[in-house]
């Protein structure tokens, strides 16, 4: 069974910051990209950033460059996200995938999801 379990969110004021984890299972970590999505009240999905199975490429939406950093530890089958001078408009449920085929970057397509986890951040 496929699993991705989103922790670590919570609610903060402006400036302040938060570290996401998505503990992964059901499929070989390691040989997969990973991505990050959040959704906000009455908005689309959104993509908020990727990585690459080895965790050497990464990338970034525009609206959380320099403040967001992704990172992986394979032999934790965890992805993080490290999020920095947190504003209102990071206020979003954060979700995390499995891209859908191992060896793809940018991986483009995801195929696992987990519930998601409530970031909220207040001015």
């Known amino acids: 069974q496929v699993q991705l379990e989103e922790s670590g969110g919570g609610s903060v004021q402006a400036g302040e910051s938060l570290r996401l984890s998505c503990l992964a299972s059901g499929r070989t970590f390691s040989r997969y990209p990973m991505g990050w999505f959040r959704q906000a009240p009455g908005k689309e999905r959104e993509f908020v950033a990727d990585?690459?199975?080895?965790?050497?490429?990464?990338s970034y939406a525009d609206s959380v460059k320099g403040r967001f950093t992704i990172s992986r530890d394979n032999a934790k089958n965890t992805v993080y996200l490290q999020m920095n001078s947190l504003t209102p408009e990071d206020t979003a449920v954060y979700y995390c995938?499995?891209?859908?085929?191992?060896?793809?970057?940018?991986?483009?397509?995801?195929?696992?999801w987990g519930q998601g986890t409530q970031v909220t951040v207040s001015s």
């Open positions: 990585i690459s199975r080895s965790g050497s490429l990464t």
């Open positions: 995938a499995y891209g859908s085929v191992a060896w793809a970057y940018p991986p483009g397509k995801y195929d696992y």
